[in-house]
């Protein structure tokens, strides 16, 4: 997908493949569709491919197909609405379309991304989590599966969060996908949790054969209060996909975390390989975080210009 978004030139690209040579050319706007042709995830495509676009000659769609809700990858729920409020930060917009939600084994979903390139990215500074003022949530059943495995997710989840929050409302909604906005069968859940700074986590699980609604739903509630534990102001999924967009602002990025993550580390690695930002990884100082095992993730970054604009 990058090689043909900046008709690039790329060989070893082929299962089996230890080394690639990759030489890009000029990152042009415009329509461009990939699709994994599985239920490859759609929004690792985005993700992989945003960074690129923001740096266009002019603005791009991206008609992306594959898996919306698939195992090992951000549900694209969690990419509406963690992801994008949070990364819009740096100061883009971009709007994501739902056209189809496609789950494994089949993908078959499309998601459409819009977006303008900008002359460069701001950065961000996310360390003051607040307190949690809502959480609420999506249980959806998609296919020939009963609503009632929808309704039955959403109860056990409220139930398992309400044991630790009591003074909250937890809004957690049952939805039956449309026939046809959905392809395949499918069921889940995302529970977002919001604060009073504007911080934003989520806990996500995904059904499968054989797998009963109570425990997907337990599942993402606890995944949900694990990340309000640590204290930190992003979740442990957000953490490395703000990583690249923190090297290549202008300016130094800071964002308190839980526990760093392995996939946290490698971001940094490349980002500091690759780009030649600078990161620092500290634990964080305030008094509040004593007892938590929170971090401070401080980078400088390069301040890329777009040619372009």
Do not use: W
């Not at 979903?109 to 959480?135: A, C, F, H, W």
């Not at 953490?239 to 800071?254: E, K, N, P, T």
Request: aromatic share 6%; with cysteine.
């Amino acid at each position: 997908m990058i090689r043909d978004l900046c008709d690039g030139q790329l060989e070893g690209a082929e299962i089996g493949s230890t080394e690639i040579i990759f030489t890009p050319e000029k990152i042009k706007g415009g329509i461009h569709t990939a699709d994994t042709k599985t239920a490859g995830s759609v929004c690792l495509l985005m993700q992989v491919s945003m960074p690129c676009v923001l740096f266009a000659a002019s603005p791009s769609e991206l008609r992306l197909k594959g898996g919306t809700n698939a195992e090992m990858a951000p549900q694209i729920d969690y990419t509406a609405m963690v992801f994008k409020p949070i990364v819009e930060k740096f100061g883009f917009q971009f709007n994501c379309d739902i056209k189809m939600r496609g789950y494994y084994p089949k993908g078959g979903g499309e998601v459409i991304v819009r977006m303008s390139p900008v002359k460069q990215l701001n950065p961000i500074n996310l360390t003051d989590r607040g307190s949690v003022t809502k959480i609420y949530g999506r249980a959806f059943v998609a296919g020939v599966l009963p609503f009632k495995v929808a309704k039955d997710m959403a109860a056990a989840a409220v139930r398992c969060i309400r044991k630790e929050i009591r003074d909250l409302y937890v809004n957690i909604q049952p939805v039956q996908e449309p026939k046809d906005q959905a392809f395949g069968n499918g069921n889940g859940i995302i529970i977002i949790a919001e604060t009073s700074t504007g911080c934003l986590f989520a806990g996500s699980s995904l059904g499968k054969r054989g797998v009963n609604a109570d425990k997907v739903g337990i599942e993402a509630a606890e995944m949900l209060l694990a990340n309000l534990r640590h204290g930190g102001a992003v979740d442990e999924y957000l953490q490395d996909q703000l990583i690249i967009f923190m090297a290549l602002a202008c300016g130094v990025s800071r964002i308190k975390t839980g526990p760093v993550t392995l996939h946290t580390q490698t971001a940094i690695h490349f980002a500091e390989q690759l780009a030649k930002a600078k990161f620092s990884v500290k634990k964080s100082e305030d008094e509040e975080d004593a007892a938590k095992d929170a971090y401070i993730i401080e980078c400088q970054g390069i301040g890329m210009t777009n040619p372009y604009l």
